[in-house]
Protein backbone atom coordinates (compact mmCIF):
# COMPACT_ATOMS: atom_id res chain seq x y z
CA UNK A 1 0.00 0.00 0.00
CA UNK A 2 1.31 3.51 -1.02
CA UNK A 3 1.84 5.87 1.92
CA UNK A 4 -0.69 8.58 2.43
CA UNK A 5 0.81 12.49 1.84
CA UNK A 6 0.34 12.39 5.89
CA UNK A 7 3.00 10.23 6.43
CA UNK A 8 5.79 11.18 4.30
CA UNK A 9 8.62 12.85 5.71
CA UNK A 10 9.62 17.05 5.99
CA UNK A 11 12.57 17.29 4.54
CA UNK A 12 15.11 20.28 4.20
CA UNK A 13 18.46 20.94 3.01
CA UNK A 14 20.58 22.57 5.56
CA UNK A 15 23.97 22.98 2.98
CA UNK A 16 24.83 21.97 -0.70
CA UNK A 17 28.20 21.85 -2.41
CA UNK A 18 28.29 20.76 -5.48
CA UNK A 19 31.18 19.89 -8.05
CA UNK A 20 31.60 18.21 -11.59
CA UNK A 21 29.84 14.57 -11.09
CA UNK A 22 28.71 15.02 -7.64
CA UNK A 23 26.29 16.78 -5.24
CA UNK A 24 26.66 16.26 -1.30
CA UNK A 25 24.18 18.00 1.02
CA UNK A 26 23.07 17.82 4.87
CA UNK A 27 19.84 17.31 4.70
CA UNK A 28 17.65 16.93 8.00
CA UNK A 29 14.24 14.73 7.86
CA UNK A 30 11.45 15.20 10.40
CA UNK A 31 9.36 12.01 10.24
CA UNK A 32 5.65 12.78 12.06
CA UNK A 33 4.66 8.70 12.53
CA UNK A 34 5.81 5.34 11.24
CA UNK A 35 6.25 6.07 7.41
CA UNK A 36 6.96 4.12 4.23
CA UNK A 37 8.81 5.86 1.28
CA UNK A 38 10.61 4.67 -1.76
CA UNK A 39 13.74 6.10 -3.22
CA UNK A 40 14.61 6.36 -6.77
CA UNK A 41 17.60 7.15 -8.99
CA UNK A 42 17.88 6.95 -13.17
CA UNK A 43 21.39 7.52 -13.53
CA UNK A 44 23.49 8.32 -10.34
CA UNK A 45 24.73 6.43 -7.10
CA UNK A 46 22.99 7.36 -4.20
CA UNK A 47 25.01 7.65 -1.41
CA UNK A 48 23.37 8.37 2.65
CA UNK A 49 25.04 8.27 5.82
CA UNK A 50 23.63 9.40 8.67
CA UNK A 51 24.95 12.19 11.31
CA UNK A 52 22.25 11.28 13.12
CA UNK A 53 20.94 8.16 14.33
CA UNK A 54 18.26 6.52 12.50
CA UNK A 55 14.73 6.29 13.57
CA UNK A 56 13.94 2.74 15.71
CA UNK A 57 13.67 -0.53 13.14
CA UNK A 58 14.55 1.29 9.65
CA UNK A 59 14.32 -1.39 6.87
CA UNK A 60 14.97 -1.41 3.85
CA UNK A 61 13.73 -3.43 0.85
CA UNK A 62 14.22 -3.75 -3.02
CA UNK A 63 10.50 -4.70 -3.59
CA UNK A 64 10.62 -5.31 -7.44
CA UNK A 65 12.85 -7.55 -6.72
CA UNK A 66 12.63 -9.11 -3.39
CA UNK A 67 8.82 -8.57 -3.08
CA UNK A 68 6.72 -7.17 -0.66
CA UNK A 69 7.63 -8.59 2.53
CA UNK A 70 11.37 -8.92 2.59
CA UNK A 71 13.04 -6.09 4.60
CA UNK A 72 16.79 -5.83 6.15
CA UNK A 73 18.20 -3.51 8.32
CA UNK A 74 19.42 0.17 6.96
CA UNK A 75 23.00 0.82 8.55
CA UNK A 76 24.80 4.01 8.97
CA UNK A 77 25.31 4.14 5.44
CA UNK A 78 23.59 3.32 2.60
CA UNK A 79 23.76 3.14 -1.29
CA UNK A 80 21.33 3.31 -3.63
CA UNK A 81 22.63 2.05 -7.48
CA UNK A 82 20.97 3.99 -10.50
CA UNK A 83 17.80 2.59 -11.63
CA UNK A 84 16.80 0.68 -8.30
CA UNK A 85 13.90 1.65 -6.41
CA UNK A 86 14.58 1.47 -2.80
CA UNK A 87 11.37 1.14 0.08
CA UNK A 88 11.77 2.43 3.29
CA UNK A 89 10.11 2.11 6.27
CA UNK A 90 10.98 3.07 10.11
CA UNK A 91 9.52 4.58 13.59
CA UNK A 92 9.01 8.44 13.88
CA UNK A 93 11.33 10.62 14.54
CA UNK A 94 14.08 13.32 13.75
CA UNK A 95 17.14 12.65 11.70
CA UNK A 96 19.64 14.29 10.02
CA UNK A 97 22.00 12.62 6.61
CA UNK A 98 24.91 13.64 4.35
CA UNK A 99 23.56 12.99 1.12
CA UNK A 100 25.51 12.50 -2.02
CA UNK A 101 25.28 11.97 -5.38
CA UNK A 102 27.28 10.50 -7.81
CA UNK A 103 27.20 10.12 -11.98
CA UNK A 104 26.92 6.67 -12.48
CA UNK A 105 29.75 7.99 -15.36
CA UNK A 106 32.16 8.60 -12.88
CA UNK A 107 31.85 5.32 -10.76
CA UNK A 108 32.04 2.89 -13.90
CA UNK A 109 35.04 4.48 -15.81
CA UNK A 110 36.80 4.36 -12.72
CA UNK A 111 35.86 0.73 -12.01
CA UNK A 112 36.32 0.19 -15.76
CA UNK A 113 32.89 -1.70 -16.61
CA UNK A 114 29.23 -1.03 -15.90
CA UNK A 115 28.23 -3.26 -12.40
CA UNK A 116 25.06 -5.12 -12.75
CA UNK A 117 23.41 -6.14 -8.99
CA UNK A 118 21.52 -9.13 -8.40
CA UNK A 119 19.71 -9.72 -5.27
CA UNK A 120 21.81 -10.73 -2.71
CA UNK A 121 24.13 -8.33 -3.94
CA UNK A 122 21.43 -5.51 -3.46
CA UNK A 123 21.04 -6.30 0.07
CA UNK A 124 25.17 -5.84 0.43
CA UNK A 125 24.22 -1.95 -0.48
CA UNK A 126 22.20 -1.50 2.99
CA UNK A 127 24.57 -0.95 5.67
CA UNK A 128 28.56 -0.08 3.78
CA UNK A 129 30.86 -0.58 7.06
CA UNK A 130 33.53 0.63 4.79
CA UNK A 131 36.04 2.64 7.06
CA UNK A 132 37.03 4.02 3.86
CA UNK A 133 34.19 5.32 2.08
CA UNK A 134 33.46 6.62 6.28
CA UNK A 135 35.97 8.41 6.07
CA UNK A 136 35.58 10.04 2.95
CA UNK A 137 32.32 11.18 3.81
CA UNK A 138 32.96 12.84 6.89
CA UNK A 139 35.26 14.47 5.16
CA UNK A 140 32.83 15.41 2.61
CA UNK A 141 30.13 16.81 5.89
CA UNK A 142 33.13 19.03 7.19
CA UNK A 143 33.51 20.71 3.36
CA UNK A 144 30.12 20.97 3.03
CA UNK A 145 29.55 22.96 6.22
CA UNK A 146 32.76 24.87 6.32
CA UNK A 147 33.39 24.91 2.61
CA UNK A 148 37.37 26.49 2.27
CA UNK A 149 39.28 27.54 -0.57
CA UNK A 150 38.47 26.04 -3.49
CA UNK A 151 35.78 24.20 -1.87
CA UNK A 152 34.30 23.04 -5.25
CA UNK A 153 37.45 21.71 -6.28
CA UNK A 154 37.72 19.73 -3.09
CA UNK A 155 35.06 18.55 -3.07
CA UNK A 156 35.57 17.16 -7.16
CA UNK A 157 38.81 15.28 -5.39
CA UNK A 158 37.07 13.84 -2.88
CA UNK A 159 33.92 12.89 -4.70
CA UNK A 160 36.30 11.06 -7.32
CA UNK A 161 37.99 9.10 -4.48
CA UNK A 162 34.71 8.30 -3.07
CA UNK A 163 34.13 7.19 -6.81
CA UNK A 164 37.03 4.38 -6.60
CA UNK A 165 36.14 3.45 -3.32
CA UNK A 166 32.44 2.72 -4.10
CA UNK A 167 33.67 1.41 -7.26
CA UNK A 168 36.28 -1.16 -5.52
CA UNK A 169 33.13 -1.81 -2.99
CA UNK A 170 31.00 -3.25 -5.54
CA UNK A 171 33.43 -4.69 -7.46
CA UNK A 172 33.85 -6.99 -4.12
CA UNK A 173 30.22 -7.16 -3.59
CA UNK A 174 30.07 -8.76 -6.94
CA UNK A 175 32.68 -11.21 -6.77
CA UNK A 176 31.94 -12.55 -3.18
CA UNK A 177 30.72 -15.59 -3.22
CA UNK A 178 26.81 -15.97 -2.96
CA UNK A 179 27.17 -19.12 -0.69
CA UNK A 180 27.87 -20.25 2.34
CA UNK A 181 26.43 -16.97 4.29
CA UNK A 182 24.96 -17.52 7.73
CA UNK A 183 20.72 -18.12 7.61
CA UNK A 184 17.95 -15.01 8.22
CA UNK A 185 17.20 -16.79 11.69
CA UNK A 186 20.77 -16.52 12.98
CA UNK A 187 21.64 -12.76 11.91
CA UNK A 188 18.23 -11.79 13.13
CA UNK A 189 19.70 -13.55 16.73
CA UNK A 190 22.61 -11.42 16.64
CA UNK A 191 20.78 -8.09 16.00
CA UNK A 192 18.38 -9.01 18.53
CA UNK A 193 21.65 -9.38 20.91
CA UNK A 194 23.08 -6.21 20.19
CA UNK A 195 19.67 -4.54 20.57
CA UNK A 196 19.00 -5.89 23.99
CA UNK A 197 22.12 -5.48 26.00
CA UNK A 198 24.71 -2.57 24.92
CA UNK A 199 27.67 -4.39 26.21
CA UNK A 200 29.93 -5.87 23.32
CA UNK A 201 29.27 -9.76 23.18
CA UNK A 202 32.34 -12.10 22.86
CA UNK A 203 32.49 -14.16 19.37
CA UNK A 204 32.24 -16.94 21.54
CA UNK A 205 28.54 -15.64 23.12
CA UNK A 206 27.78 -15.05 19.71
CA UNK A 207 28.65 -18.43 18.13
CA UNK A 208 27.02 -20.20 20.64
CA UNK A 209 23.81 -18.39 20.54
CA UNK A 210 23.92 -19.70 16.63
CA UNK A 211 25.11 -23.03 17.01
CA UNK A 212 28.17 -22.39 15.08
CA UNK A 213 32.02 -22.15 15.60
CA UNK A 214 33.65 -19.06 15.79
CA UNK A 215 35.23 -19.30 12.65
CA UNK A 216 31.63 -20.60 10.59
CA UNK A 217 30.18 -17.45 12.62
CA UNK A 218 32.99 -15.40 11.09
CA UNK A 219 33.32 -16.97 8.05
CA UNK A 220 29.32 -16.94 7.35
CA UNK A 221 28.96 -13.07 8.47
CA UNK A 222 31.01 -11.55 6.10
CA UNK A 223 29.48 -13.37 3.02
CA UNK A 224 26.25 -12.16 4.58
CA UNK A 225 26.58 -8.69 5.59
CA UNK A 226 29.84 -7.81 3.26
CA UNK A 227 31.83 -6.86 6.46
CA UNK A 228 33.46 -8.58 9.95
CA UNK A 229 31.69 -9.17 12.58
CA UNK A 230 34.02 -6.76 14.75
CA UNK A 231 33.33 -4.36 12.29
CA UNK A 232 29.54 -4.27 12.88
CA UNK A 233 28.88 -4.64 16.49
CA UNK A 234 30.95 -1.66 16.84
CA UNK A 235 28.68 0.19 14.07
CA UNK A 236 25.92 -1.13 16.02
CA UNK A 237 27.22 -0.15 19.69
CA UNK A 238 28.25 3.41 18.35
CA UNK A 239 24.14 3.77 16.42
CA UNK A 240 22.99 2.91 20.41
CA UNK A 241 25.65 5.33 21.36
CA UNK A 242 24.70 8.61 19.54
CA UNK A 243 20.95 7.56 20.42
CA UNK A 244 21.27 7.74 24.27
CA UNK A 245 23.25 10.86 23.54
CA UNK A 246 20.60 12.60 21.54
CA UNK A 247 18.61 11.73 24.22
CA UNK A 248 20.27 13.16 27.11
CA UNK A 249 21.99 10.37 28.75
CA UNK A 250 25.54 11.53 29.75
CA UNK A 251 28.82 10.15 28.43
CA UNK A 252 29.39 8.56 31.96
CA UNK A 253 26.68 7.10 32.26
CA UNK A 254 26.19 5.46 28.33
CA UNK A 255 30.10 4.96 28.76
CA UNK A 256 29.16 2.41 31.66
CA UNK A 257 25.76 1.02 29.94
CA UNK A 258 28.34 -0.19 26.97
CA UNK A 259 30.29 -1.82 29.57
CA UNK A 260 33.52 0.27 29.01
CA UNK A 261 35.75 0.76 31.50
CA UNK A 262 35.98 4.06 31.62
CA UNK A 263 34.45 7.13 30.36
CA UNK A 264 37.79 8.10 28.68
CA UNK A 265 37.79 4.66 26.88
CA UNK A 266 34.37 5.40 25.50
CA UNK A 267 35.62 8.40 24.26
CA UNK A 268 38.18 6.83 22.74
CA UNK A 269 36.31 4.12 20.71
CA UNK A 270 33.49 6.80 19.54
CA UNK A 271 36.08 9.10 18.57
CA UNK A 272 38.01 6.57 16.30
CA UNK A 273 34.27 5.38 14.83
CA UNK A 274 32.44 8.62 14.69
CA UNK A 275 35.04 11.45 14.23
CA UNK A 276 34.40 13.82 16.91
CA UNK A 277 33.80 13.39 20.66
CA UNK A 278 30.65 12.49 22.61
CA UNK A 279 30.19 15.48 23.96
CA UNK A 280 30.45 17.47 20.14
CA UNK A 281 28.82 15.39 18.54
CA UNK A 282 25.74 16.27 21.20
CA UNK A 283 26.47 20.10 21.29
CA UNK A 284 26.78 20.28 17.24
CA UNK A 285 23.57 18.15 16.71
CA UNK A 286 21.78 20.40 19.67
CA UNK A 287 23.08 23.74 17.57
CA UNK A 288 21.90 22.34 14.60
CA UNK A 289 18.30 21.29 15.81
CA UNK A 290 17.94 24.22 17.30
CA UNK A 291 18.59 26.15 14.24
CA UNK A 292 16.44 23.31 11.59
CA UNK A 293 13.63 24.45 14.34
CA UNK A 294 13.98 28.11 14.64
CA UNK A 295 14.06 28.45 10.20
CA UNK A 296 10.68 25.98 10.65
CA UNK A 297 9.11 28.69 13.21
CA UNK A 298 10.24 31.60 10.80
Given amino acids: MPPTPAQQPTISVDAELSAPGIVAQIVRFAIPEPTATFHEVSDRYHVNMCLTPRPLNSRGGFRDRWGPHRFERIGDIFMLPPGEKLYVKGESGKQASLICTIDSALVHEVVGRDLTWDDQHLAATLDIASAQVRALLFRITAEVRHPGLAAPKMLELLGAELAIELGRYCYEVAERPVTGGLAGWRLRLIDERLAENLEAPS????????????????????????????DYIEQRRMEAAKRLLMEGESVKAVAFAMGFASPSSFTFAF????????????????RALDAALANAGS
Fill in 203 to 230: LEELAGLCGLSVRQLTRGFRVSRACSIG
Fill in 271 to 286: RRAVGTTPTTFRQRQG
